[in-house]
């Protein structure tokens, strides 16, 4: 009895060839790089966004400060600041400040207006009195000013290259 043995043949539809792994490693190349493509955009996004969220509440802390004192100290409000130090402002003067008023950090913390602060400081802060109000009947400077908080982000920037958010309100002392 002679027996033929079968030949066991392995099949090998079951595995990849060198070309599909080249391909698959292309595409996965390609999607990884416009993944990453990605992040720049969504790093400058997020920068804006929270420069736009974190200037109105720089500006509401120094409006709601200076607009909480007027009516006993309209001439001497003082802006209390981070580093347990005050900033004097009269709001009886005209002023148009070229240099930052007071700086920001990143958390929104109202900091000195010092050399060694604008190393550290995210917004720079510039406060403008003006004693004629746009739009009404001009008032004795010491009734009445027109308050505008500029916050400029990043601090340390040429003017060119900087953000400005205006925030205006009128201040009155009674």
Do not use: W
């Not at 420069?51 to 209390?80: C, G, M, Y």
């Not at 050399?115 to 917004?123: D, E, G, K, L, S």
């Not at 510039?126 to 109000?133: E, K």
Request: glycine share 4%.
């Amino acid at each position: 009895m002679n027996r033929r043995r079968k030949r066991v043949t392995h099949n090998s539809a079951g595995a990849f060839s060198l070309a599909e792994v080249v391909i698959a490693l292309g595409v996965i190349a390609i999607a990884t790089t416009a993944i990453l493509g990605v992040f720049p955009v969504a790093l400058t996004t997020g920068h804006s966004a929270q420069d736009a969220t974190r200037a109105p509440e720089i500006a509401q802390a120094v409006l709601s400060s200076v607009a909480s004192q007027a009516q006993t100290q309209f001439n001497n409000v003082q802006l209390p600041l981070a580093d347990n130090t005050t900033l004097s402002i009269d709001l009886t003067a005209s002023s148009s400040p070229t240099t930052p008023t007071l700086y920001a950090d990143n958390d929104g913390n109202l900091i000195s207006a010092t050399a060694q602060n604008a190393a550290i400081a995210v917004y720079a802060i510039y406060i403008f009195a003006n004693n004629s109000p746009s739009g009404f009947p001009t008032p004795p400077p010491a009734y009445a000013n027109e308050v505008t908080v500029r916050v400029a982000c990043p601090a340390n920037a040429p003017a060119v290259s900087q953000t400005y958010r205006d925030y205006v309100r009128i201040i009155s002392k009674y």
